[in-house]
C-alpha cells in the first residue's frame, strides 16, 4: 500500500516536472516569435540565463493559475455568465504579467496585449501536456476510481462488484424531435447514438401537450405536473403578472406550485443531480438551475456551476476560445444567408452571435463536464440539458445546416459523456430524450406583413402602425369593424367600441394568448361577440391562424375555425373539422388546456401546412415550437433495452407528466424505490413573476 502511494507520489512530480518544462520551452518560443515578449535583460544573456529566465516565469505562471485562479473566478460569480467567457483572456493576460513580475531581476517583460496571447497559449499546451500524460496512467485511474466507489458503497452500505446497482444519466437535446433525430442519424451525423440505437439502446416517440416548450415539457417530466402551464408565457389577471417560464422567479414559483399539486419533490430527489435544468427536479446537486437562481444561499446560486468549471485556467481558455470562434462561425453563416438570400430568414445581428455562443459553448462545456464529475462521485440519478441546438435552430431553422452542425458537436459530447461511463465507480445508464421538436416556417408578420398583436388590435379597432394598415390582412380587419359598427368607410378616426384597456397579445412560438385585463375571469365568446364583435372573425378567417380556443356561456368552450366553424370543446374530434390538419391528439390537447385556471380569453394556434410541416410562429423565428403543428410535437426518448418498454405495444406515451412517470420507474428498476421528498425541495414563497409593463 505504502509503495503504491509512493508510486503515485512520484508520477504527479513527474508529470508536473514534464508540464513545468514543457511550459517554459513555450515559453522561450514565444519570446523569440512575438517582439514585444523578451526575457533577457536589454543588453542580453546567455542562453541558461534566459533559460532560467523561461522556467521561473512558467513556475510562477502555474502556480499562480492554482491558486489565484480559483479564487479570481469565484469573485466573478456576480459578474453576468455571458460576459464570463469574455473576461477569460483578460485574466489569464493579468496573471502572466504578475508571474513575469516575480522573475528575479526583472528579465521578463511584455505589452499587455501580447501576455494575453502568450498566457492563452501557454494554457493551451499545459492543458494538451497534462491530458495526455493522463491517458498513458489510465489504468491507474480506473483503480483510483474503483476504490473511491468501494468507499462510498461502503459508506452507503451497497454491494460491490458486478451486482453494484447502476445509475443513470438523462441527457435532454433541447428541440431535437424524433425526425430530427432520424434524419441526423441517416445523414452520419450522430454516429455516437446510432451506435446506441444498433447495438444497446431502443428509440420511441411521445407526443407533447399542446405548449410543447420546455417550461411545460420539463417540469412534467421532472416534478410530474405541468398542470396550468398554457404556455411559454402567460399572462395572470389576479396578480396582473405576465409569467414567463425561463425567468428565475417564476420557474421557483412554477416548481413550488407543482410540488404542492403533486406532493412530491421531484424525480432526483434520491441522490440526484440536476445540470443546466429549468428546474431542480429535487436534487441536491445543482449547477445551472433557473428556478434556483433566486435563492441567495451559496450552494445554490445560479452561477455557482461555473466555478468548478472555470476554477481550472485551462478549461477557461479552451472555452474561451471556442467561444470567440463559435462568435465567428455565426457570423459568417448569418452573412452567407444574407447573400445568398435564404428564405425564410431573420435578423441575427446584436447580442445574438454572444448569445447563441454562450448556449452552443459556456453551457455545454459547463453542464457536460458537471455530469462527468456528477459519474465520478457515483450519483444515482443524473438530468442534463444541452440546449445548443434549440438556439441556433430558432434562428437558423430546424433543417439548416447550421443546425446539423450542432448537432454534430452534441454527438461528440454524448461520446465523452459514454467514454467516461466506462471509467466512472459504478456502471451507468445513459437515457437520451428531447423535451419537444421544431417546426419549420416563416414568422406570421414576415408572411403576412403585421404582428399577431397588430392583427388583434386592427380587429378590435384600436390604433395600429401605418404599415399595418396598409396590409391586406390589416385593411380587411378594419373594414370588418366598421361593418359590424356600422361606421362610415372613410376617415382618419380610429374606431373604439368601447372603453376599456387594450389587450394583453402574448406569443409562444406559433401558439398565441390574448388577454383582456379590465375583465376579471375568462371571457365566454358571447361576451366577445357584444363587445368587440368583428374581433373572433377577424382572428378565425385569417389565412395564418388554424383555429381559436374561447370560452362559451352556452358550450363551456367552443373551437372557431375558418368560415364560421364552431365546434363545441366536448366534441372535438382528430382528424375533422379546425383539428383536421393537426393530427392525432391534437382534440385532448386542446381539451386538457380549457381546463387550465390561466387559460387564455383566446388560444390562437397558426396554421399549419401537413406537405410542407411549416407552421407560423407569432415572434421572429423559423424554427418554432410552444403550439400544435408538425414535428414540433413529437419528441424523442432514446432508452437502454435492459429497462422496460416505455409502454405497452401498441399504446402511446403521451404528455411529459407520462413521461415522468416512466422514468420514475426506471429509475426503481435500477436502484429500488425511489423516496418522495415532499415539498422539501419547494423554492422559497414570495417570489414574484416579472409584472407586465
Not at 543588453?43 to 534566459?50: E, F, I, W, Y
Not at 492554482?66 to 493576460?93: E, S, T, Y
Not at 489510465?138 to 466507489?149: M, N, P
Not at 466506462?422 to 451507468?428: D, K
Request: proline share 6%; charged share 20%.
Amino acid at each position: 500500500m505504502r509503495a503504491g502511494r509512493w508510486r503515485r507520489a512520484g508520477s504527479a512530480l513527474l508529470r508536473m516536472t514534464v508540464v513545468w518544462v514543457v511550459s517554459a520551452l513555450t515559453m522561450l518560443v514565444l519570446a523569440g516569435l512575438l517582439p514585444d515578449f523578451q526575457l533577457e535583460a536589454d543588453n542580453g544573456d546567455s542562453a541558461t540565463r534566459v533559460a532560467m529566465t523561461a522556467g521561473w516565469g512558467a513556475g510562477a505562471f502555474g502556480l499562480l493559475s492554482a491558486l489565484v485562479w480559483p479564487l479570481v473566478v469565484r469573485a466573478l460569480l456576480l459578474v453576468p455568465a455571458l460576459l464570463l467567457g469574455l473576461l477569460v483572456f483578460f485574466l489569464n493576460g493579468s496573471l502572466l504579467l504578475l508571474a513575469l513580475r516575480l522573475i528575479p531581476d526583472g528579465r521578463g517583460e511584455s505589452n499587455p496585449e501580447t501576455a494575453i496571447v502568450v498566457a492563452a497559449v501557454m494554457s493551451a499546451v499545459a492543458s494538451a501536456t497534462s491530458t495526455s500524460l493522463a491517458v498513458r496512467e489510465d489504468e491507474a485511474y480506473r483503480r483510483r476510481l474503483s476504490r473511491l466507489a468501494d468507499r462510498r458503497r461502503r459508506r452507503r452500505g451497497e454491494a460491490a462488484g458486478p451486482g453494484a446497482l447502476h445509475g443513470t444519466v438523462f441527457l435532454q437535446l433541447d428541440g431535437v424531435g424524433h425526425a430530427t433525430l432520424l434524419r441526423a442519424m441517416g445523414e452520419g451525423l450522430m454516429p455516437t447514438v446510432t451506435g446506441w440505437l444498433d447495438a444497446t439502446h431502443r428509440l420511441d416517440t411521445w407526443r407533447t401537450d399542446w405548449s410543447s416548450q420546455t417550461g411545460a415539457s420539463q417540469l412534467g417530466i421532472l416534478h410530474g405536473s405541468n398542470h396550468d402551464i398554457p404556455a411559454f408565457r402567460w399572462y395572470e389577471k389576479e396578480t396582473g403578472d405576465v409569467v414567463v417560464c425561463n425567468r428565475p422567479a417564476a420557474a421557483a414559483v412554477l416548481q413550488r406550485r407543482a410540488i404542492e399539486y403533486t406532493g412530491d419533490g421531484g424525480l432526483l430527489t434520491v441522490d440526484g443531480a440536476s445540470r443546466g435544468n429549468l428546474f431542480s427536479g429535487g436534487a441536491d446537486q445543482l449547477a445551472l438551475v433557473l428556478s434556483m437562481a433566486a435563492r441567495r444561499g451559496r450552494r445554490n446560486r445560479s452561477r455557482a456551476g461555473y466555478f468548478a468549471y472555470f476554477s481550472d485556467p485551462a478549461n477557461a481558455v479552451r472555452t474561451a476560445m471556442s467561444f470567440v470562434a463559435e462568435v465567428g462561425r455565426e457570423i459568417g453563416q448569418s452573412t452567407r444567408a444574407r447573400i445568398r438570400k435564404d428564405e425564410p430568414r431573420i435578423k441575427r445581428g446584436g447580442l445574438y452571435p454572444f448569445i447563441r455562443a454562450f448556449a452552443t459553448v459556456v453551457e455545454r462545456d459547463v453542464v457536460v463536464a458537471a455530469v462527468i464529475g456528477d459519474m465520478f462521485a457515483g450519483r444515482t440519478a443524473v438530468y442534463a440539458d444541452l440546449v445548443a441546438y434549440d438556439e441556433v435552430a430558432h434562428h437558423s431553422g430546424p433543417r439548416s445546416r447550421d443546425a446539423a452542425k450542432v448537432l454534430e458537436r452534441l454527438d461528440r459530447s454524448l461520446a465523452l459523456i459514454a467514454k467516461v461511463a466506462e471509467h466512472a465507480p459504478r456502471p451507468y445508464r445513459i437515457v437520451l430524450l428531447s423535451d419537444h421538436g421544431q417546426s419549420p416556417g416563416r414568422p406570421f408578420d414576415s408572411r403576412y406583413g403585421l404582428t399577431l398583436k397588430e392583427l388583434v388590435r386592427a380587429g378590435c379597432g384600436l390604433p395600429v402602425p401605418a404599415r399595418a394598415r396598409r396590409t391586406r390582412s390589416g385593411a380587411e380587419a378594419r373594414d370588418a369593424v366598421r361593418v359590424m359598427l356600422r361606421r362610415p368607410a372613410q376617415g382618419g378616426a380610429e374606431m373604439l367600441p368601447e372603453p376599456g384597456s387594450d389587450p394583453v397579445v402574448l406569443a409562444s412560438g406559433n401558439l398565441g394568448l390574448i388577454s383582456f385585463p379590465d375583465t376579471p375571469g375568462r371571457m365566454t365568446r358571447e361576451e366577445l361577440d357584444r363587445r368587440l364583435p368583428a374581433l373572433l372573425p377577424t382572428l378565425a378567417n385569417h389565412p395564418g391562424i388554424g383555429f381559436l380556443l374561447v370560452g362559451s356561456e352556452a358550450h363551456g368552450a367552443v373551437v372557431l375555425g375558418a368560415g364560421g366553424v364552431e365546434v363545441p370543446v366536448a366534441e372535438l374530434v382528430d382528424g375533422e373539422g379546425p383539428l383536421a390538419h393537426f393530427g392525432p391528439g391534437a382534440a385532448d390537447a386542446v381539451r386538457r388546456t380549457d381546463t387550465f385556471p390561466h387559460v387564455a380569453d383566446i388560444m390562437v394556434n397558426s396554421m399549419y401546412e401537413p406537405a410542407s410541416g411549416e407552421v407560423h410562429a407569432f415572434e421572429g423565428q423559423i424554427g418554432s415550437h410552444g403550439g400544435l403543428g408538425g414535428e414540433q410535437s413529437h419528441p424523442f426518448l432514446l432508452s437502454p433495452r435492459e429497462f422496460s418498454a416505455p409502454v405497452a405495444d401498441g399504446a402511446e406515451l403521451i404528455g411529459a407528466e407520462q413521461v415522468h412517470t416512466v422514468l420514475r420507474r426506471w429509475l426503481t428498476e435500477c436502484a429500488g424505490p425511489q423516496v418522495p421528498l415532499g415539498t422539501q425541495a419547494a423554492a422559497p414563497d414570495g417570489v414574484v413573476p416579472e409584472r407586465a409593463g
